[in-house]
């Protein structure tokens, strides 16, 4: 193995309210909001694993305000996905957050005795906010305590742009929270391909500029700033998108199976 590879795990989905992720749209019209994670195997740094899912226990755990608005429907464990690649969660070596929302961190307590769980990646600005959120209980539901406060558990912060390996690098977006973290990854069928997270949910949030309603989002001044910074990155390194929650593309690609 001398080149990376990627594979998109589908980890089932949130229903709600199609104007929360485009705003604009009549609050009958509802969607099945995909929830996934990536596994990169790469031949220097290991098995990364890029978000861990919802957690097992979100009825009970997530709270009443996030249970209405965003259902779990279909939840499939990270454990699960990596046991249809042939891996374990000891077999993974790095874990990078997003960022700390529920159904991006939800999973991180099935690597609570694996050697991942030492090796975290969380931006600095996205670790203090969670932190700030679930002590003061300032800013709304999404943040968990009990899902990022895992046992064991070692963060290593990023405060910039980040070069893991020369086709994996990390950078920060300051939109949706106060810091997503964002892949740019080399392959080489389908040279560089971007990872936004959920500072643009879908293809129709990137083709009209779009932000999303609802008031899970950082704000719209934010949104499109990190839109325009993310246009240029696309035009200049010629990437193909992919977008946090984009249920089309998230069934296509994970029907692709292993990307070189
Ligand atoms: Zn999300």
Redesign the pocket.
């Known amino acids: 193995m001398d080149t990376l590879s990627l594979r998109v795990l589908p980890l089932g989905h949130l229903r709600c309210q199609y104007f929360r992720i485009v705003d604009g749209y009549d609050e009958n019209v509802m969607y099945d909001s995909p929830v996934s994670a990536l596994l990169i195997r790469h031949p220097t740094l290991g098995n990364v694993l890029y978000d861990t899912g919802n957690s097992p226990y979100h009825r009970r755990e997530y709270g009443d305000d996030i249970t209405r608005v965003y259902p779990v429907e279909n939840f499939r464990s990270i454990e699960d996905a990596l046991q249809s690649e042939g891996l374990t969660c000891e077999d993974i070596d790095m874990i990078i957050l997003s960022h700390l ?1 529920f ?2 961190v939800g999973g991180l307590r099935y690597f609570q005795n694996s050697k991942a769980i030492k090796n975290v990646v969380v931006s600095e600005r996205e670790l203090w906010n969670a932190c700030r959120s679930v002590f003061t209980g300032e800013e709304g539901g999404a943040y968990v305590k009990s899902l990022f406060d895992v046992g064991g558990v070692i963060y290593r912060p990023i405060r910039d742009t980040t070069d893991l390996a020369p086709d994996l690098t990390l950078f920060i977006q300051e939109a949706h929270t106060p810091g997503v973290i964002g892949l740019a990854i080399k392959t080489q069928t389908m040279g560089q391909i971007i990872v936004t997270s ?1 500072t643009v949910y879908t293809r129709e949030t990137w083709e009209k500029s779009l932000p999303p309603g609802g008031p899970i989002n950082k704000g719209t001044k934010e949104f499109l700033s990190n839109l325009d910074r993310l246009k240029q990155m696309q035009e200049q390194r010629h990437a193909t998108m992919l977008f ?2 984009d249920n089309e593309q998230i069934a296509a690609w994970s029907k692709k199976g292993v990307i070189k």
């Open positions: 929302h159904d991006h959920d946090g929650h």
